[in-house]
């Protein structure tokens, strides 16, 4: 049965696995990444191999931006790889990057102008959407992964 078919997005659009020097290692260090990549969404590391991918699949790139040490971004981050229905949509919509700040400087910087620029925001966890060359067009801070609250989750932004 396709994705279609039982009503959750296809995992793969291109129908090829991502390369797997991409996922962060199993015994990297950094708690954040490790963390991440515990779960079955293939998170990329940003490089050009990673924005070479999203232009190959023609699909921006999703990056969760935030730090080990934070509550937020820890919350954030067992809600991503907690909802399977959540995890095939991002690995099918888009190509999707972790960054931790201090580990990617500029990119979190960029993360954080986009943030600011659409919705007057600032902070970690973020997460914003970018073209294949890097350019942002969308950006959001914490949000649940599913809506409550009164918040939009992050799943139907």
């Known amino acids: ?30 708690v954040f990444y490790r963390l991440l990549g515990a779960g079955p969404v293939p998170w990329r590391l940003w490089s050009d191999a990673a924005r070479a991918e999203a232009a190959r699949r023609d699909l921006p ?6 730090a080990a040490l934070d509550h937020w971004s820890a919350a954030m981050a067992a809600e991503l790889i907690g909802d399977a229905q959540a995890c095939a949509m991002i690995d099918a919509l888009f ?31 973020a997460c914003a959407l970018l073209l294949p060359d890097g350019r942002a067009f969308g950006a959001c801070p914490f949000r649940p992964l599913r809506d409550r609250d009164g918040q939009i989750g992050l799943a139907r932004i």
Request: charge should be negative; hydrophobic fraction near 35%; glycine fraction near 8%.
């Open 1 to 30: 049965m396709s994705g279609e078919e039982s009503g959750s997005p296809e995992v793969r659009k291109s129908g090829s696995p991502p390369t797997p020097d991409l996922r962060p290692s199993a015994h990297d260090t950094n």
């Open 61 to 66: 790139i999703l990056v969760f931006c935030g």
């Open 95 to 125: 190509v999707p990057v972790m960054a931790e700040p201090w580990a990617e400087p500029a990119l979190a910087a960029s993360v954080q102008r986009a943030l600011a620029l659409i919705c007057d925001s600032s902070g970690w966890p």
